[in-house]
Structure formats: structure tokens, C-alpha cells
Nanobody, 123 residues
């Protein structure tokens, strides 16, 4: 059974940091493209960062230089390190995996999702 479980969200002040974790079961994270998405209040779900099978990473322009995606294959876990957080980063953050060969940041391309972890950044 495929399952993705996120953790690490919370409330921080602007400029603070958080590290999100996504533990995958029924998956081998090194064999799948894994991504982090977020959905803020009244907004559409958007891609934040992805890590390909080869380990290549891509970031949304809004988080470049502040967020880092990584994975620990031994723990079957993907991380999102978030620094210099801004109030506009406030959202429900989701981990997702795709079984397709492509690796995009389009939510429509992902079949498996976690339940989400809330990140709230106050000014």
C-alpha cells in the first residue's frame, strides 16, 4: 500500500525556518520523481520543488535560494528545508509522487499524495 506522510509544519515568524519531512511507504523514493506542492488560502495548488530520479532538483521562482529539497534513500524520506520564510509562504504543504517517467511540477501528473502539513508564517 502506497502511503506518503508529511510532518514538520508549524507556525513561525517571518525570517524563520522549518524542515518538512515526507516518509514514503510502498515507494522507493530514489525510483520516483518526488515533489512538494502547497496550497494557500483561496489559491490553487502550486509546485514548490521537485527531485528527479537522478537527484536533479527544480524550484519555483518564488522559493529559489530559500528552499532546498533533498532525499535520504536509506530512510525513504524526502525533505523540504525552508529558510527565510515569508508570510506569503503560508499554506498547506503536500508531498507527492508520480509513477510516470516524466518529472514535472504539474499537480495533474501526480497520483499519490500525502495528507498535508500546515505552515503558517506571521509577520
Amino acid at each position: 500500500q502506497v502511503q506518503l506522510v508529511e510532518s514538520g509544519g508549524g507556525s513561525v515568524q517571518a525570517g524563520g525556518s522549518l524542515r518538512l519531512s515526507c516518509v514514503a511507504s510502498g515507494y522507493t523514493t530514489s525510483r520516483n520523481c518526488m515533489s512538494w506542492f502547497r496550497q494557500g488560502p483561496g489559491k490553487e495548488r502550486e509546485g514548490v520543488a521537485k527531485i528527479s530520479r537522478s537527484g536533479g532538483t527544480t524550484y519555483a521562482d518564488s522559493v529559489k535560494g530559500r528552499f532546498t529539497i533533498s532525499r535520504d534513500n536509506a530512510k525513504n524520506t524526502v525533505y523540504l528545508e525552508m529558510n527565510s520564510l515569508k508570510p506569503e509562504d503560508t499554506a498547506l504543504y503536500y508531498c507527492a509522487a508520480t509513477r510516470w517517467l516524466g518529472c514535472t511540477m504539474d499537480p495533474a501528473d501526480y497520483q499519490d499524495w500525502g495528507q498535508g502539513t500546515q505552515v503558517t508564517v506571521s509577520s
